[in-house]
């Protein structure tokens, strides 16, 4: 793993982490869609099941796979037992709807309780004959996103080990290593590629399609599109992530796959496209053709709308550890980044991203943004209204009041599912970011009375 | 352990922010972990406020499970305190928080006396507020919220000796019970304002919305109390009438009965005011307002009836003829669906197969409330089982819930929603009360509206209105059919995962950009670098 441990000139600091984003169990919503016939049971409370159906609105109604296992007051006192309630859901849900694997959510409320679900699901998998994964994603640890990386994280343990050949969908033998027999140095094994995500299948063919052009086949992704295919993980299985908040999934990989990592920026943007081909090209000792023609190409369509971002400020409130790799692209475009606000900064992870960053400011002849990790929501609004950035890219609950206050703002969810990877989607990135400053121009009539209210944070 | 997939009422501290933040200038403080901050993006975007929701989360984390969440929950109270100058704080608890059994009454002691002790003219009050998560829900711990925050003013007026019972020499009233994020309830409340200026009493006070709790001390003031549904309020209204003896109503004016109903209630409340206490005689001599004069409230309540709202009128025209033995399914909140029920079937003569509530708590009050208006009861938070009585039934329409309008487009039911938990949809900009005069005006139109959508759906069914046959001239394919476009069977299988209203436009621009590449067999890298010529 490469650790840019040389002089930096980024300010990282902390705040007290009073802010605002999503339940990190809302992942569940993109993830049963990327692994087909998969089913997610959220253990939780009645506030976990009404934020999932308040979040995601009416995908509720078309018999989603995914559920709660809402904890009743006799749950929370011990008088039921978790392993026949558990068992009893788990039936209920396998004779519905036939899953292929079960992944179980353990929220903030099991986790105080102290409810061992790891320790259970080697029983239930074996009265149930339905692999379980246990993902503890609750609002105590992790944010948002986060819930993606604790879900993958968890499933590198269900991976099979490529040294051995074994099937994927065996379950993990603890204790058993993969073959302790020397494996000869030659060419017997071949390097292999995994990238691990969780991407909509046709983003995900994309992207393996832009490595098949520089020859780098794709061996398997994690997750993968269906749970039989989870990669085979070893020795030789180089893996690089395609979002910036896998950093639990990336360690997991290196530890318990025993997978070599590959530090690269991300594919959002041309740039970070660019980067993350060149770096795992490098990795494979290939040398990346037609990738600067590429890149130029896309940079000449998105012309019009970088216009609009020339010399514009952005801040990022920060809720879903996309802001660097977005801050950077947004650089890139012309605009100048005042802050950038973001839950959790993985260093190590982030590493490539961060340079890529400041080599980025450097080029455009930008200042440097400050990043704020865990920061706090009140003192960024004092902050806004002290610098009146052109954009602000937030979370629901404060758009709506700093437009009220004039201010321009860009809701930061749609990033997270939308299609923002590899050099395809970054027309439709960009008009994601500029879309704001589009309506702007189009909205004159009461813009003016509106800019007119004195900014008042609180 | 229950497995639930939806649910029509939130948990407890939805309902007590939902009480804290219709006040003016209250501010709540969440105890929980950081995902349970989700309130304010209800309040922003459901009820699209202007205003950051006065909501803050005093976060759980590891290191307060390590060490106990004093000093933290302490210091935000007096941040906040220092910060926004509120009137009151509220601190409350989320369900993570609530097993922890930590002493949360004893910080907002704590918080209290340094506040004092800090700048002894800080007027703000700090209240603890708990809500059994386990065992109550969304609207029984608004109401629970509201009671406590009414109690906790009058007792201190009290204590202090101010805010003496004055009672108006007018009429008037306190609302009680309106707040943010229900279900119309901005015109719900104007409607109910613009009733009573017509019968000639005062408001007095409406709580919590928009309310001041500094102004509670003079809730006695009024003559009586509305509660107008009995979702939340009337715990407050209980206590209220026991304490300082004070009547209430809890007439639903909805629908052109129950609103004459609601009048002639309010003025026996008033005539029996006058009649028990001379000094409210002597200050309304001279001054006759309608709620005072019974002939002339029946005489207002026969014009608004017969001619100023349209509903009465409607109802009788050959129009609605066919709204005769229509069979429907309502559901609901326990105000909403009883009142719905009975509108339906006295005032427009549809057929209520079967009528239900999610609020089991206040199963009985229902149940009473619509036996002979309907054939079939339903208790019941399961939305599953709520589908299900509706697939079987084989009714013309649903009035019911957002869970109840996805059940109608399922089974091609027309539906109407008449309740809470509703979508963003059900924010109205316009003036669209369910209460009043004008209310029964709106809900005639839904419920004509419903059924004469379903009739249109009906006759084009019957006489094969739509037009099924495909227009192929559009698609650009076709119309190149001389050139010898192929699609390989992978680019064919991606063409197919694109959603099917843009899916065409995809095709038409991919061979477009086939055809002037001179390209003949289309592969994946072809719809992508089309995608990316195109964009």
């Known amino acids: 793993m490469n650790i840019t441990n040389k002089t930096s000139d980024l300010t990282i600091s902390c705040e007290t982490g009073n802010y605002h984003t999503m339940c990190p169990i809302s992942c569940v919503s993109w993830l049963y869609q990327t692994i087909a016939g998969s089913f997610f049971l959220v253990i939780g409370t009645k506030t976990c099941g009404y934020f999932l159906q308040n979040a995601l609105g009416v995908m509720i109604f078309s018999s989603p796979r995914y559920a709660m296992a809402e904890l009743e007051e006799a749950d929370i006192s011990s008088q039921l037992n978790d392993f026949k309630e558990l068992k009893r859901i788990m039936s209920q849900i396998k004779s519905d709807r036939n899953p292929s694997v079960i992944v179980c959510i353990l929220t903030c409320t099991p986790e105080i309780i102290k409810m061992d679900l790891e320790g259970m699901a080697p029983l239930l998998e074996a009265e149930l004959n339905v692999p379980i994964v246990v993902a503890r994603a609750n609002g105590l640890d992790s944010a948002f996103t986060q819930g993606e990386d604790v879900v993958l994280a968890a499933m590198v343990g269900h991976c099979g080990q490529a040294a051995q050949g074994s099937t994927p969908s065996a379950l993990p033998k603890p204790g058993v290593r993969p073959s302790a027999e020397p494996q000869p140095e030659g060419n017997s094994e071949v390097k292999s590629l995994v990238l691990f995500g969780s991407l909509p299948s046709s983003l995900a063919n994309q992207l393996e399609g832009e490595l098949k052009r520089q020859g780098v086949n794709v061996k398997g992704w994690l997750p993968s599109a269906r749970y039989s295919d989870l990669p085979l993980l070893g020795e030789n299985v180089y893996v690089c992530g395609v979002n910036p908040y896998l950093s639990r999934t990336a360690t997991a990989l290196i530890r318990r796959g025993h997978c070599k990592y590959t530090a690269s920026p991300f594919p959002i943007g041309p740039d970070g496209t660019t980067a993350w081909i060149t770096s795992i090209c490098k990795t494979f000792g290939i040398v990346p053709t037609g990738l600067i023609e590429r890149e130029a190409k896309i940079w000449e369509s998105l012309r019009p709308s970088m216009d609009l971002l020339k010399g514009k400020t952005v801040f990022f409130m920060g809720d879903n550890l996309l802001e660097i790799s977005l801050a950077r692209f947004l650089v890139r475009c012309g605009a100048v980044v005042l802050e950038v606000g973001i839950p959790y900064l993985d260093r190590r992870y982030q590493s490539a991203e961060l340079a890529l960053l400041e080599q980025t400011c450097k080029d455009m002849g930008v200042p440097l943004p400050r990043i704020i990790e865990k920061p706090d929501n009140y003192f960024q609004t004092i902050r806004i209204k002290e610098l ?26 749609e990033f997270t599912f939308a299609q923002i990877h590899g050099y395809s989607n970054s027309a439709a990135l960009l008009e994601l970011l500029t879309r704001p400053l589009r309506r702007n121009n189009n909205l004159n009539v009461s813009q003016g009375s509106l800019k007119q209210q004195n900014y008042v944070p609180g | 352990m229950k497995l639930a997939y939806w649910m029509y009422a939130g948990p407890a501290h939805i309902g007590t922010l939902r009480v804290t933040s219709s006040f003016k200038n209250v501010h709540a403080i969440m105890h929980g972990p950081i995902g349970d901050s989700f309130f304010p993006v209800l309040s922003s975007m459901l009820s699209r406020s202007r205003d950051f929701a006065p909501v803050t989360t005093s976060i ?105 019972s004055m009672r ?50 003079n809730l006695r003031n009024a003559w009586f ?60 001599t001279g001054f006759s307002p309608l709620i005072l004069n019974q002939e002339g409230l ?30 429907v399914f309502v559901f609901g909140s326990a105000s909403h669906s009883a009142s719905i029920t009975k509108l339906l079937v006295r005032e427009m003569g549809v057929h209520v197969v079967c009528a239900g509530t999610f609020q089991k708590h206040d199963a009985d009050w229902f149940t009473h409330q619509v036996s002979g208006f309907c054939n079939k009861i339903l208790i019941t938070d399961d939305h599953s089982q709520v589908a299900d009585v509706i697939a079987n039934l084989e009714v013309d329409a649903i009035f019911g819930t957002q869970s109840e309008r996805h059940v109608g487009k399922r089974l091609n039911l027309p539906c109407g929603v008449i309740s809470a938990p509703v979508h963003i949809q059900n924010y109205p900009m316009g003036f669209k009360p369910f209460l009043g005069y004008e209310g029964a005006n709106q809900i005639a139109d839904l419920i004509y509206n419903s059924f004469a959508l379903g009739m249109e759906e009906h006759m084009l069914d019957m006489f094969k209105g739509h037009d099924t046959a495909e227009i192929t001239s ?23 995962k694109i959603p099917g209203f843009v899916r065409s436009k995809v095709k038409r621009n991919t061979e477009k950009y086939a055809q002037t590449k001179q390209i003949n067999l289309i592969t994946l890298e072809v719809i992508y670098d089309a995608k990316e010529a195109v964009s």
Not at chain 1, 402 to 411: D, F, H, N, P, S
Not at chain 2, 233 to 258: H, R, S, W
Not at chain 2, 301 to 325: H, M, P, Y
């Open chain 1, 388 to 413: 009146l950035p052109d954009l602000v890219i937030t979370g629901l609950a404060h758009a709506n009041p700093l437009e009220a206050r004039g201010i321009t703002t860009k809701w930061s969810i």
């Open chain 2, 60 to 164: 759980l984390d590891r290191h307060v499970l390590a060490r106990g969440s004093q000093e933290k929950v302490i210091e935000n109270l007096r941040r906040k305190e220092k910060e926004e100058h509120p009137d009151l704080i509220v601190l409350t608890p989320t369900c993570t928080s609530s097993i922890l059994q930590e002493d949360l009454q004893n910080f907002v002691i704590a918080a209290k006396q340094h506040i004092v002790q800090n700048d002894l003219s800080s007027e703000c009050d700090v209240l603890f507020i708990d809500s059994n998560h386990y065992r109550l829900n969304e609207h029984q711990a608004a109401d629970l919220a509201l009671e406590q925050i009414v109690r906790h003013y009058l007792e201190k007026a009290k204590k202090e000796d101010t805010g003496k």
């Open chain 2, 168 to 217: 108006s020499p007018q009429p008037s009233c306190n609302i009680l019970g309106m707040f943010t994020l229900g279900f119309h309830s901005q015109h719900d409340l104007r409607e109910l304002k613009n009733l009573l200026n017509d019968l000639g009493v005062e408001v007095n006070q409406v709580i919590p919305e928009g309310g001041s709790v500094t102004a509670i001390k």
């Open chain 2, 225 to 284: 109390n509305i509660v107008p549904f009995r979702d939340a309020g009337l715990m407050t209204a209980v206590y209220l009438a026991k304490e300082f003896n004070m009547p209430y109503t809890t007439i639903t004016p909805i629908g052109l009965i129950d609103t004459a109903a609601f009048a002639r209630e309010i003025s026996l409340i008033c005539r029996s005011a006058v009649a028990s206490d001379s000094a409210l005689l002597k200050s309304t």
């Open chain 2, 298 to 327: 029946e005489k207002y309540i026969e014009k608004q009836t017969s001619f100023v709202s349209q509903a009465a009128w409607f109802n009788r025209s050959v129009d609605s003829n066919n709204l005769t033995g229509k069979r």
């Open chain 2, 474 to 496: 559009r698609s650009y394919s076709s119309d190149a059919s001389s050139t010898k476009l192929e699609w390989t069977k992978e680019a064919l299988a991606e063409l197919s």
